[in-house]
Nanobody, 115 residues
Framework: QVQLVESGGGLVQAGGSLRLSCVASGTIASINVMGWYRRAPGKERELVAT???????NVADSVKGRFTISRDNVKNTVHLQMNSLKPEDKAVYYCSYATLGSVYWGQGTQVTVSS
């Protein structure tokens, strides 16, 4: 089992920045992918960015150049630096941890961007 605890959401004006963090605890596999998804009101959950332990990334086109994902394998943390936020980035952001055959989710953290 893996537990994920997120932090860093909040309210920001358009053009502003936020940094999300997620800490994983429990049985951490040597092969895993950690990252972020989001669900906007009335929409399905979508990929934001993920990163493997060896640094391979997958980033949504809608956030490329604005959001940066990073991770610390020693501390089992993943971060999402979000710059130049837009109103359309408003969503609940979920931390994810995936390993062979299993996916775990955090409880979600709200990001609200005012115009």
């Amino acid at each position: 089992q893996v537990q994920l605890v997120e932090s860093g959401g909040g309210l920001v004006q358009a053009g502003g920045s936020l940094r999300l963090s997620c800490v994983a605890s429990g049985t951490i596999a040597s092969i895993n992918v950690m990252g972020w998804y989001r669900r906007a009101p009335g929409k399905e959950r979508e990929l934001v960015a993920t990163m493997s332990r060896v640094g391979s990334t997958n980033v949504a086109d809608s956030v490329k150049g604005r959001f940066t994902i990073s991770r610390d394998n020693v501390k089992n943390t993943v971060h999402l630096q979000m710059n130049s936020l837009k109103p359309e980035d408003k969503a609940v952001y979920y931390c994810s941890y995936a390993t062979l055959g299993s996916v775990y989710w955090g409880q979600g953290t709200q990001v609200t961007v005012s115009s």
